[in-house]
């Protein structure tokens, strides 16, 4: 029986993979290791972050019907099988916290500076529950609704910016030194690009496989574009004080002001922002739900949404003491941390079906031994 009976087209993975790229990255940019030439880092990131992306597509275009629960059960067998699946499942649930972290921060630091964190987080997490527990087919359905009005508030948002840009703040270009130009590049790759690796957990309700790969890539590239487009505005707009604010893309919207009428925009901003991040936890929690009840073998995975969710929950709220720690781990750690899961078990996994599947070709075409002339004159 199947967990999971939901499909969806091309173009909701489409949205789901730049929303899940976008999610938490809109309100703590990638590339700010490279200061003004952290748009270059962004565009370097994207080329590392497809290739990653080529791994795990690789993998799930070898294994079309399966999770990577499902594919580790047949690679490596039963027992390391589920080993490695517990280790990627335990990265989805990590990352899932992490993310509820990011936006818990950014609401309390921002907007309701007086409400407890554990109110934020349970709020969040209750609307992420009842989308994770409706299947991904609902939670693509709302990745096409939100995605779009998002994208139309986001150019509106550029073309009222543009009057407060600076080229001069970009200029001289090329200044970072490149051992940390590349740094923040593969930061950049790792969070968020390779991060969309937890649709492996997806790609199998793809209604048509071929898509996975263009799809995959669209989303990835239009992600990469908009956190481009973003970061030239932070430092065009806020200049070299760019790099001291915690949350560079909402100070830059709220410099819009037109004739004292049009302002505050932020607000509605933020509200969309809030929805990116929505879609992004709603898809970490349905992987991390469906990839434990296929490795314990149950007959529906909806049960467990709910006790992930508290779990999620209870880790946000003691990941970091305070803000700065964030972006140590962000900066520092996460690039390190993240790449066995991102990169070495796809590859590995990969690499070992490739090499079964050409020893069982090898062993099937032997030739049959000759017989003997006796058995000739026998036969």
Not at 116 to 128: K, N, W
Not at 176 to 183: G, H
Not at 270 to 275: A, E, F, I, M, Q
Request: with cysteine; hydrophobic share 55%; charged share 15%.
């Amino acid at each position: 029986m199947a967990l999971e009976k939901g499909k969806i087209n091309s173009s909701s993975l489409i949205m789901l993979i730049f929303a899940f790229a976008v999610g938490s990255s809109i309100i703590a940019p990638p590339g700010r290791g490279a200061g003004t030439d952290a748009w270059i880092a962004i565009l370097i990131g994207i080329t590392e972050g497809l290739l990653i992306a080529a791994v795990f597509l690789l993998l799930s275009k070898r294994f079309p019907n399966k999770t990577l629960v499902e594919i580790c059960d047949l690679v490596y067998g039963p027992y390391l099988g589920k080993i490695i699946s517990i280790l990627f499942l335990c990265y989805l649930f990590h990352l899932g916290s992490l993310v509820l972290s990011d936006f818990t921060e950014y609401l309390s630091s921002l907007f309701l500076i007086r409400t407890p964190p554990i109110v934020l987080v349970a709020a969040m997490s209750l609307i992420c529950v009842s989308a994770a527990k409706k299947g991904i087919e609902v939670i693509a359905r709302c990745a096409v609704i939100i995605i779009p009005v998002g994208l139309f508030f986001y150019l509106l948002t550029i073309l009222l910016l543009l009057k407060n840009f600076e080229i001069k703040y970009l200029q001289p270009v090329l200044t970072t030194p490149a051992e940390q130009l590349l740094w923040a590049a593969h930061g950049a790759a790792t969070f968020p690009f390779a991060e969309t690796v937890a649709f492996l957990m997806v790609l199998p309700f793809l209604t048509n496989k071929r898509d996975a790969v263009p799809a995959t890539f669209k989303g990835i590239i239009f992600a990469g574009l908009v956190l481009t487009i973003d970061a030239v505005l932070n430092v065009g707009i806020l200049g070299a004080s760019e790099k001291v604010y915690l949350y560079p893309s909402y100070y830059a919207i709220t410099t819009i002001s037109i004739a004292e009428f049009i302002t505050r925009v932020e607000i509605v901003a933020s509200l969309l922002v809030l929805g990116n991040g929505f879609l992004k936890i709603a898809v970490l929690l349905y992987g991390v739900s469906l990839g434990a009840a296929q490795l314990c073998s149950l007959r529906s995975y909806r049960p467990l949404v709910a006790p992930m969710a508290v779990l999620m929950s209870i880790l946000a709220l003691y990941n970091f003491p305070n803000p700065a720690e964030f972006i140590r781990f962000n900066n520092k750690i996460y690039p390190v941390y993240a790449l066995p899961f991102q990169l070495v078990i796809p590859l590995l996994t990969l690499l070992i079906a490739v090499m079964r599947k050409s020893a069982q070709r090898d062993v099937n075409s032997e030739p049959k031994g000759r017989r003997s002339p006796t058995e000739s004159r026998r036969r």
